[in-house]
Every structure is written in C-alpha cells, then in structure tokens.
C-alpha cells in the first residue's frame, strides 16, 4: 500500500491487528473526550505516534539517468558542395562536432548525406523526414550545406517537433567566410526548331546574385579552336536578344557565355549550351500516279498525315492518244501542268515519287531532263515499278534512265508467286531498314506480296530482296541527289493487313526521308555524344574501314587522336574517350572529325537547378533557422561552434556554442526504501506525550 509516489507503508504486525489497535485507540480517546479526561490530546497524541510506529512509512530513493539524445548531422554533397573549400570544410566540422559529442551524457551523432543532383536540385529537408522516423530522441539537427536547399518549406515541418509540440532547434553551419556573390547566365526563350537558312532568336538575361543588379557585361561566344567572339555588350538583370544563324540540317550547338563578376564564387554558370534544330521549311512532294492502283492511296495517306508536308499529287487516268467519246471537259477537273512542275517549279520540290508511271508521251524529253537534272542538283526521287516497266514507254526509255539504280529487262516474265520480302545483308546495317520490327502481327516473317519485276544491271545498294535473292528495294546516290527504286507495286497489301502485313509504314516513312537526306538516316555519317564523362564516338559506314581514327579538339584548341573499333552491329564503329578536368571558362564543346565527316559533342547539364545559384548563403533558410531557435554559422572563419546541452527556456545559441535542449524526462533504473521517520524521535515524541498527559492529570 502507498500514499504517495514517493512514500511506501511497511507495518511492523498484521494489517488486521494495526487496524483493531486504531479502532481501540479511537474509542477509548472519545470516552475520555465525554469523560473530560484531563491530559487527554497528549496521551491521544502519543498513541497516534505509536500507531505510525507501527505502520512504519518508508521513503523510495530512485537513482534516476537523463534520457538519451539524438543529435542529425545533415552533411550537403551535393554538385555545388564541390566549388572551392566546402566540402573540406564540412568534412572538418563533421569530425569535431562527432568528437564533442563523446564528452556529452547521452548525446549521440548520425550523419546523414544528401547527394542531391539529377533534376531535383538539393533536398534536405526531405532527407531530415525519412531520417526522423528512425529516431525516437531527436534532439537537434545541423545542416552543413552552402545554404542552396530547393525544397525548404514556409514552416518548420513535423519532424522538427516533439510529440508536445515543442520546436527542435535547426543549426545552420555554412561551409564559407561570409554570404558570397555569382553571375549566371539564363536563356529566357529559344525556339525549338528553326528552319535551314533563317536565323533563331534568343533572349538571354545576365543575372548577378548577391551584389546591385547594372553592371555592364559582355555576351561573348565560344568558337571550338580556343576563340571567343562578342556577341552583345548589355548590363546585369537586363534581357538582351541574340540572333543565330541555322545552316544545316539537324543539332546546332553553340556556346555563350558572360564575362566573370569580380569576386563571383564559380564560373560554371556563366555559359550555357544552346541546342538548336534546323529543319526544312514545309517539305513539298510531288506523286504522280500512272495507271490507277492502291499503292497510290497508300501515299497519299502516309503523306497527307504528316502536318509538314504539302503534297502536289496527279493521277493520269488515260493518255493522250486514248481515243473515245468523253468530252474534253470531262477527262479531267483541271489541266495537267507540266511545264509549271517540271519545268519552273521542279526545284521547290523536296521529295518527286513517279508510282506506275508510263510516259505515254505524256511529259516532253525536255521535261524528263529536268528531273534526271533535278536529282543531279540534290533532288530525291522515288521510282515505284509495276507492270509498265516492262513495256515500251516506261521511264527506261528516257533521260530518267540514266539516273535509275536499276533496269527490268523488256518483255521479261514478272514474278507473280508469293512471297515474302526480306533484308539483305547490306539492309540489316542500313539505316533506311535496319530499324525495321521483324516481328509483329505478322509473326515471324512479313506478309507476302505477289508481284515483283526482276532487275539486271544494277547499280546501288539493294536492301530488300525476295527469298530467291531478287532485288526488291534499291538506293543509289546520283551526283548530289537520290534514286530510290521499288520494283514492285504491291506494298499496299501491308496496309490492309495481308497474312499480318509489315512495317509499310515505317518503311515508306524512312525511305522518303533518306531521300531527303534527313541526318539520322544517314548511311555514312558521324554521330557523338558524352555520357558519364566519357566522349562516345559512333561512325557509321557501309564500307569496311581498316584504321579508322577521329581527331578529337578540345574546346581549348588541342587535338587529339582517338582509334575507332568494330562493334557487334555491322557497320559500325565505336571509339570512347575520357574527358579530362578543363577549367571553367575554358568551354564546353568538342569538336570531331572522321574522314570528311564533323560533328559535336557536349556534356549535357544534368541538375540545372543546382546551378542557378551557385552560392553560399543564410538567406534561403534564415527563417526557419530563427523559428526553430538555432543559431547560423560559417565555418570558413576558421572555428566549428561548441556543442552544449542547455535547460528548457534558454537560448539555444551564441557567439561560437550552439545548444541542445536539455531533456527533462527521467529514467528510473532501481528502487532503494528507508524509514520515513526515525525510530528513536518516534520513541521520544511518544514518551514525551505520555509525560504530559500524567503532568495535566495530576494539576
């Protein structure tokens, strides 16, 4: 039985005994009380004692230890953390503030590190969340950091709160001597495309972080051998308009960058690559169908959905020596322009598809010319042969002929058995049908045509043949244009789904765009890139090369030499390469060079949001470090703060300490009992009451 927390009952006889003795000692002290007893609150006062005597109190003595503290060191090692000194700094304050803490009862230290980086930019508070789960006597949380955090909330979040509610007090330890100042570069605007020969405006802006905006400042230019070029002369905190030139085809990559801020931390952000896509204007088509067939729909189809191509497409349903009762103004809804198409607007035309067409006397021998002269110059001409390339008039008997990669003999049997069109070996690696899905609903193999022409004399690649080994599909390089010829005119029989049908789509997509000389489909071209630091060389080449070497320039100027092996794709080469530490402002772009052949390379910015402000400074987190009651500190001025556990309702920092709050919650290990009274005052008190009580009776 107990009373108190702190006071236990232990009596010296039976509970029952004790509690008839207290009854006895009641009733007689009321018959004196009614009797008039003299001496009565004395002696009554002497068998209370003797009454706790005998219930014999004890006291409970607890050896009582503090609760235990967890203290979370946040450690920043993120990109920016690499600039100058931080990350030593932080690294020193680490194994101080992990020494102090050995010298304080209960106190113990978890690191944390934050890598931040991959797009998200650097996330501490995040890291404090998950960590907190994990630690049921959180008592304060450091943060070594250069100050650049990109999820600090409004508030103090949960996990900085004790279970009552009470704030944990946050640390900021800054791995510098003071706030410190950067220039950076933003692109506010680029197109992402740009049409070949017109020029893509930028707008830029110049920012200068920690210092007055208004300074003057150049916009300068990287050039690949070491130069730099100025491109605008403006002021900090004002945009400014660039115009760059697109001459080609594909990636343009350009670097700019600001002249350096005096005193700026980093350089890094005071260059930015511009990637730009030079496209084609609008890409014009000319289809003329001969004899009516469904391969012509098949084209009109592809060709009308793509949104960047204008078709101009004719269909010639008799020719010009059919005679029959039609009146004129019914052969046709308008006059078939010749001379306008192939004589005065050949060259607008990107891309000129002849499908099933049988001259007939239809175009001049002058017409003809232009188009052969036309591929010559750089036109791309697709020939989709069908039955009429074996009879008198088809194209092999004009100056077209000369430009054709292949001839059908005349009068020669047409294949009309099914079967099934495959790559060759040259297609497997060429870029028009290597990419090719051999599988699909089709199954294993594509669906079978039924009509093909057999070719002699040929002079291009040949790509697709029939199992017997039969050309089905020819590319060739005319002068600077190309011919691609189909010597079969039932490709349509993919787009209904024949036995599965096949990749009619892709493979026309592809084919018409080699004929436009769209860069990916280049079969002899260079393409390059870094990844994990490393330059990533790819050549590309139908044509076995023995020894092949790209010169590599540095954006500094210098040459190297790198040896490009064969890979397990046939037709390619790979060479890797890596990059070695350049300064700052010394660029970013390297330059390539293979057999003719140039292309660019250039690290992609990984966390441009690590980047943005490459300072060191309290002003991102300053109001949650005043909320939560700790302190700010910068570790560069030579001295990490002294770790001290602090009373509930003091300030928990100061000039060179920073505080943990003292936990007031204890722990009772083991109980220790001793009387509550002395025995020897008991007796005292107990006989002085007796005296008494003789004393007053006597008077």
Known sequence: MSLLPSLIWAPLIPSWLLIALSILAMAIGLYGAIRRVRGLIFRAAAALLALLWLANPQKIHSQLKTQPQDVLLVTDISPSMAIGTRQKLVQNAVTQLTAQAHHL?????????????????????????????????????????????????PQLPS???????????????????????????????APPYVIIGQAAHIRVQVDDLGTTPGQPVDIME?????????????????????????????????EIFATPLAGEISLRNNSTIIHLQGVRDRLRVLLVSGIPNQGARVWRTLLKADPSVDLVHFTILRSPDTEDDTPLSDLAL???????????????????????????????EAYLENIAHYVRKGGGLLVVGGPEMTQEGSLQNTAVRNILPARVPYHSTIITRAFSPQRTILGLSHPVTSALPQTGPWGQVWGPWYRALPADQIQGETLLSTPSGSP?????????????????????????GEKGGGPQAELLRRLSHWLMKEPELEENRLDTHIENNQLVVERYSLETLQNAQATITSPTGQRSHLTLAPSSQKGLLIGRMTLPALEEHAGRIWSIHQNGLNSFAAAQEHDPLENQD??????????????????????????VPQIRQVPAGLSLHGEGWAGLPLQQTRVVLHNQTAPFLSGWLLLTLILAGLALGWWREGR
């Open 105 to 153: 009862p209960g106190v113990t230290i978890h690191t944390l590190d934050v890598a931040g980086g991959e797009g998200q930019g650097t996330r501490l508070f995040e890291a404090i969340d998950r960590a907190s789960l994990s630690l049921s006597n959180l008592a304060s949380v450091f943060l070594l950091t250069d100050g650049m955090d990109h999820d600090a909330p």
């Open 472 to 496: 089905l599909l020819i590319l060739s390089h005319r002068g600077q244009g190309r011919v691609a010829m189909l010597l079969s005119d039932q490709i349509w029989l993919w787009s209904r």
């Open 334 to 364: 308008i006059p078939f322009p010749t001379h306008e198409l192939f004589a005065q607007k050949i060259d607008s035309f990107d891309l000129i598809i002849l499908d099933g067409f049988r001259n007939q006397n239809i175009l001049p």
């Open 159 to 189: 996990s900085l709160k004790t279970s009552s509610g009470q704030l944990l007090p946050l640390h900021l330890l800054l791995a510098a001597k003071g706030e410190e100042t950067d220039r950076r570069l933003r692109v506010l605007s």
């Open 614 to 639: 490459l300072r060191s400074t309290a002003t991102r987190l300053a109001s949650l470090i005043r909320q939560s009651g700790g302190g700010i500190f910068w570790l560069g001025s030579g001295s």
């Open 222 to 254: 990287h050039h690949n051998n070491g130069q730099a070029l100025l491109l605008a002369h403006t002021v900090s905190g004002k945009p400014v308009d660039l115009t760059i030139p697109v001459t080609h085809a594909g990636q343009t990559l350009k």
